[in-house]
């Protein structure tokens, strides 16, 4: 079948420790991922988070503090840092929810300059970039501070920066540049006006732009975007395998997601979907 496609853990390994936490990116490596990726938003004062939402309720246990507001961005970095991830799927993943209230929430520079990651490949999504630059708060500037005092060639930390807002991935890769990779998000309900798939008009933009594509699942089972994506030059991904959604036996639908020939897939369980991977011929 070729070179194997690559496991990347979401969120972590968000399928059994709260998302988005050292935990379960320390976690995810330990399962076989070949990178973990994670979730970008600001604070108030500027300072970069590992969270999914702006809406911190249903990933933290915000609702036992006092603060005016369940925002990220309309909190400081303190506020933050007072904070304990709880799980976002309790009644569904009951064994990660008994670690609610153990982890803090991590600042990017935390993560990014963990001694743990060296030699290991972050994926880092940029979220709600031009609300936060509407708001005064840049990320991408953010983000680029924080990667350039990283020492990333040094420590053999590779880079992947991915976001679902063209305009936003494209300035991150004029300001922060060749120091990471870049790759458009895409998902069927976010296509231009006028469009019900990539077509090869929208794929040559994005390969002009960035080295790859990932995309939401249903748009690699049927059709043929991925051979047209890689004939354009992109590397493509595909999100997210997790076993809870599944169509009929977990096993089988990681392989089907292996058979459509994607170079990496995100998923809640690295170890299982590594697992499939390897047993393949």
């Known amino acids: 079948m070729g070179v194997a496609v690559r496991v990347f853990g979401h969120r972590g390994a968000c399928g059994y420790l709260p998302e988005n936490t050292m935990e ?15 979730d970008v938003v ?41 904070l304990r991830a709880i799980e976002r799927y ?22 990014v300059n963990h001694p743990g990651f060296d030699g290991r490949h972050l ?3 940029l979220k709600y970039g031009k609300h936060f630059q509407d708001a005064g708060l840049d990320s991408v500037q953010a983000l680029k501070s924080v990667l350039d005092g990283a020492k ?38 976010m296509l231009p006006e006028g469009y019900s798939e990539l077509e090869d008009d929208l794929l040559q933009e994005i390969a002009e732009n960035f080295e790859g594509l990932s995309v939401a699942i249903p748009m690699v089972l049927h059709g043929d975007l991925v051979a047209r994506a890689k004939a354009k030059g992109l590397y493509i991904f595909t999100y997210t395998a997790r076993v809870e959604t599944a169509e009929g036996d977990w096993r089988v639908w990681f392989e089907r997601l292996v058979s459509t020939g994607v170079d990496g897939i995100f998923t809640d369980q690295p170890d299982l979907l590594a697992e499939v991977v390897a047993a393949l011929p």
């Open 123 to 125: 994926i880092i999504e």
């Open 152 to 189: 990333l060639v040094e420590r053999g930390v590779k880079v992947t920066i991915e976001c679902f807002e063209f305009a936003v991935l494209r300035r991150a890769k004029e300001i922060i540049g060749g120091i990471a990779e870049y790759v458009f998000l895409s998902a069927p309900d």
């Open 42 to 82: 600001m604070t108030h004062d500027g300072v970069p988070v590992i969270r999914h939402d702006r809406d911190l309720t249903h990933t933290t246990d915000i609702q036992k503090h006092s603060f005016l507001s369940n925002l990220v961005d309309e909190l400081k970095a303190e506020d933050v840092a007072q």
């Open 24 to 38: 379960s990116f320390e976690h995810a490596f330990e399962l076989g991922a070949e990178a973990i990726e994670f």
């Open 90 to 111: 309790p009644d569904g993943r009951t064994d990660s929810a008994t670690h609610d209230g153990k982890y803090h929430i991590p600042t990017l520079s935390e993560v």
